[in-house]
């Protein structure tokens, strides 16, 4: 199929996964066209099958805020009619579904047809979509799209719990790639940061107010009186500063480092003990899901949709958002020599039912079915 990709080209979430997915599309024979305003972050190489077309924001005095929304739509008008489309993806409602809709009628006028599906990721229903300021279009564009996925259970009862969505909504969760996602001999690096042989938790995330970061460090602080242990914060943020003042506060700069954003979060995760992601929303934790590629068992709070990945008890342990008493009490739990391994294990065991292998073809029959459909 020749699919349109339309996201944000940013460095996790959506963006990532919409990038993966064009990727592994293109690796089996589709033809992939990525829609953006920048390159998207994993997408810094070759492929016969893969191309990416730049959204131009045109600036004017007049406008304070350019229309992104409005050279979106163009761009997608002209991307299906020359290099014809058979599907649109987007990912993220807000502003993708409502562009789509605009391109997709604008073709129509001219008599070209093209199916738009629109994937649901997270905030853009539980958090921004939601806002009186969104909440119409974004109801109206999921509502008007050919195919809706969302990336967990929870996230598809929240889109119908906030919106009057008259649209079937199929779950398609994240997916990883267990080629690149693995435990890499990273031992040296190891050494460097716990040369005493010191645990090691790794958080990584955007640093925004919703993935509580304040509670990794809290939690640290406690299990720190217990276990000698080391902290390393993956990613950048609003929130950073303030966490960096934290840890000053607490006394606990000696062990703990913020290495900002970094491409190959996988060698860091290769040598961390536990991941910890207390997140006040989460739709579904994929950089949890990273973490338990690389044989990393997570300790997380009960938000959205990540208790679908992380199985209490088993992978990791789950717990209220801001028990940091709870949470505390478990990572010790979790980092103890006798039960470390088989955390580690079974994080591994349960990240392999999200290989990329297996949720590629759910795609893949969910766009057949909706060009059938449409
Ligand atoms: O986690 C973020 O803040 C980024 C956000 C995004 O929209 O790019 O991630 C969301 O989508 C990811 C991919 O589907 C999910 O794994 C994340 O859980 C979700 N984040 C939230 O719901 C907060």
Do not use: W
Not at 13 to 35: R, W
Request: proline share 5%.
């Amino acid at each position: 199929m020749k699919i349109g990709i339309v996201c944000y080209p940013t460095f996790g979430g959506s963006g990532v996964v919409a990038t993966e997915l064009g990727i592994a599309l293109a690796k089996k024979g589709h033809e992939i066209h990525f829609i953006t305003y920048r390159q998207p972050t994993r997408l810094d190489f070759f492929s016969a099958n893969l191309f990416y077309h730049e959204v131009d924001i045109k600036s004017y005095p007049l406008f304070e805020h350019a229309p992104y929304e409005l050279a979106l739509a163009s761009k997608m008008v002209n991307v299906v009619k020359y290099e014809k489309l058979d599907l649109l993806h987007v990912h993220y409602a807000i502003p993708h579904a409502s562009a789509a809709y605009m391109a997709k009628q604008i073709l129509k006028s001219q008599g070209l047809q093209i199916p738009v599906v629109t994937t649901l990721h997270g905030t853009d229903i539980t958090l921004v979509g939601k806002d009186v300021s969104y909440e119409p279009v974004v109801t109206f564009s999921i509502n008007q799209s050919d195919g809706v996925t969302a990336v967990s259970e929870d996230l598809r009862k929240a889109t119908y719990d906030h919106f009057e969505i008259t649209k079937d909504i199929e779950v398609i969760p994240n997916f990883i790639d267990l080629d690149r996602f693995k435990k890499q001999k990273k031992e040296h690096f190891k050494l460097a940061i716990c040369p005493h042989g010191e645990s090691l938790i790794v958080h990584t995330s955007n640093f925004r107010k919703v993935k509580r970061v304040e509670d990794v460090i809290q939690v640290f602080y406690e299990v720190r009186k217990k276990i000698p242990v080391k902290l390393l914060l993956v990613g950048d943020g609003p929130e950073r500063d303030k966490m960096e003042r934290l840890c000053r506060e607490l006394g606990t700069c000696d062990d703990v480092r913020f290495l900002g954003k970094l491409e190959a979060v996988e060698e860091v995760l290769s040598v961390a003990d536990l991941f910890l992601i207390p997140s006040e929303k989460e739709s579904f934790g994929l950089a949890a899901l990273e973490a338990m590629a690389c044989e990393v068992p997570v300790l997380s709070s009960d938000a959205g949709g990540i208790p679908e990945l992380n199985l209490d008890g088993v992978t990791g342990f789950v717990c209220k958002i801001g028990d940091i008493e709870m949470m505390t009490k478990r990572a010790l739990e979790i980092l103890s020599p006798e039960n470390l391994p088989g955390f580690k294990q079974r994080a591994l065991e349960r990240a392999k039912q999200f290989d990329v292998s297996i949720i590629l073809p759910i795609y893949e029959s969910f766009y057949k079915k909706t060009v059938e459909s449409t």
